[in-house]
């Protein structure tokens, strides 16, 4: 499926026209056209590449899947590779979704999968579209700006759930090991795929501020610097994350040993209160003289010493926090 719109000096002209009149349509002063692409095969791009001399190998590489973050410059064009990032899903993994587009000085082509929604860039654009007259920069500032949003918005999710992750903690003081760590090292490797797949974003907007695309005037600047330190904020969250992360399954290793340390002390403790009792049982009950021998005397003696010796352990122990 693909959809087309024109723009004339700032102002929407026409939509859903054929593909074979993107260069009838640029040819006018003034237009730029944003051609969007659901799943494209591959013949759909060879007309795309005929009608805006798109180069060959950016080509092949917009047919090609699981292409890293990167802007890659051509003599005629640039192609930009992002990742949209559509939050944690039930099971708390990161689900998101690649977004390649071809860049040329009157067009925004982007190519992507049927999950990827498009009204988050259409809804940036209308309501900016008082810089429309800055052209195809405008087209690609509104796709990056979305990106990082929905970007920022999944990191915020993720900083709530460690918050919680770490309340869960000391929750009752006696939390569900298991389930943190799982929960731990799910949140930990979305962090990871933030930082392979979004962060490198950072670098591509660097790259079009500072030279690599002349055709950003002056006055969007602001609007990529801006989507750039929002990036570079991400780079700096998911970095910290990764730290709470980490804290988080070792301290629950650390409390893990305690209580670990714990179960040890008070078995420890009871099998000595037990050992004494049965001591001074076995001794009794040898044969050889004691006092009280085959007296009631010797009975309660025996019983006196068990009892008196049980509740000294118990009480030193639990004075030592053993018990």
Do not use: C
């Given at each position: 499926?693909?959809?087309?719109?024109?723009?004339?000096?700032?102002?929407?002209?026409?939509?859903?026209?054929?593909?074979?009149?993107?260069?009838?349509?640029?040819?006018?002063?003034?237009?730029?056209?944003?051609?969007?692409?659901?799943?494209?095969?591959?013949?759909?791009?060879?007309?795309?590449?005929?009608?805006?001399?798109?180069?060959?190998?950016?080509?092949?590489?917009?047919?090609?899947?699981?292409?890293?973050?990167?802007?890659?410059?051509?003599?005629?064009?640039?192609?930009?590779?992002?990742?949209?990032?559509?939050?944690?899903?039930?099971?708390?993994?990161?689900?998101?979704?690649?977004?390649?587009?071809?860049?040329?000085?009157?067009?925004?082509?982007?190519?992507?999968?049927?999950?990827?929604?498009?009204?988050?860039?259409?809804?940036?654009?209308?309501?900016?579209?008082?810089?429309?007259?800055?052209?195809?920069?405008?087209?690609?500032?509104?796709?990056?700006?979305?990106?990082?949003?929905?970007?920022?918005?999944?990191?915020?999710?993720?900083?709530?759930?460690?918050?919680?992750?770490?309340?869960?903690?000391?929750?009752?003081?006696d939390p569900r090991e298991q389930?943190?760590?799982?929960?731990?090292?799910?949140?930990?490797?979305?962090?990871?795929?933030?930082?392979?797949?979004?962060?490198?974003?950072?670098?591509?907007?660097?790259?079009?501020?500072?030279?690599?695309?002349?055709?950003?005037?002056?006055?969007?600047?602001?609007?990529?610097?801006?989507?750039?330190?929002?990036?570079?904020?991400?780079?700096?969250?998911?970095?910290?994350?990764?730290?709470?992360?980490?804290?988080?399954?070792?301290?629950?290793?650390?409390?893990?040993?305690?209580?670990?340390?714990?179960?040890?002390?008070?078995?420890?403790?009871?099998?000595?209160?037990?050992?004494?009792?049965?001591?001074?049982?076995?001794?009794?009950?040898?044969?050889?003289?004691?006092?009280?021998?085959?007296?009631?005397?010797?009975?309660?003696?025996?019983?006196?010493?068990?009892?008196?010796?049980?509740?000294?352990?118990?009480?030193?122990?639990?004075r030592r926090d053993w018990l």
């Amino acid at each position: 499926m693909v959809v087309t719109r024109a723009w004339r000096n700032g102002n929407a002209a026409e939509r859903d026209f054929p593909i074979d009149r993107i260069s009838d349509v640029i040819a006018d002063e003034g237009a730029f056209v944003w051609v969007d692409y659901t799943d494209p095969d591959p013949t759909d791009l060879e007309h795309v590449e005929a009608e805006l001399g798109i180069h060959a190998l950016a080509v092949e590489d917009a047919v090609e899947r699981g292409q890293r973050p990167k802007l890659d410059r051509y003599r005629d064009s640039l192609f930009l590779v992002v990742y949209d990032v559509a939050g944690l899903d039930d099971a708390g993994d990161l689900v998101t979704h690649e977004v390649k587009a071809f860049v040329t000085e009157h067009a925004l082509v982007t190519i992507h999968g049927a999950d990827v929604d498009t009204g988050a860039v259409e809804r940036r654009l209308d309501a900016n579209a008082d810089i429309a007259d800055h052209g195809v920069p405008w087209l690609v500032w509104g796709l990056l700006d979305a990106v990082t949003d929905h970007a920022t918005n999944t990191v915020e999710d993720i900083e709530r759930r460690i918050d919680a992750l770490e309340d869960d903690l000391f929750e009752h003081g006696d939390p569900r090991e298991q389930q943190i760590q799982r929960r731990s090292f799910r949140l930990r490797k979305a962090l990871g795929v933030l930082r392979r797949q979004v962060v490198p974003t950072r670098d591509s907007v660097a790259s079009l501020l500072h030279g690599d695309a002349e055709t950003i005037s002056d006055g969007i600047r602001p609007y990529f610097r801006d989507v750039e330190d929002h990036l570079v904020a991400i780079a700096d969250s998911v970095e910290q994350l990764r730290d709470a992360v980490s804290s988080v399954l070792d301290t629950n290793l650390n409390l893990s040993s305690n209580r670990q340390n714990t179960v040890m002390k008070k078995v420890t403790s009871w099998a000595a209160i037990i050992a004494v009792p049965t001591a001074i049982t076995g001794a009794f009950g040898m044969n050889v003289t004691f006092p009280g021998e085959s007296h009631w005397s010797g009975l309660f003696l025996a019983m006196g010493l068990v009892v008196v010796s049980s509740l000294l352990l118990y009480a030193s122990f639990k004075r030592r926090d053993w018990l």
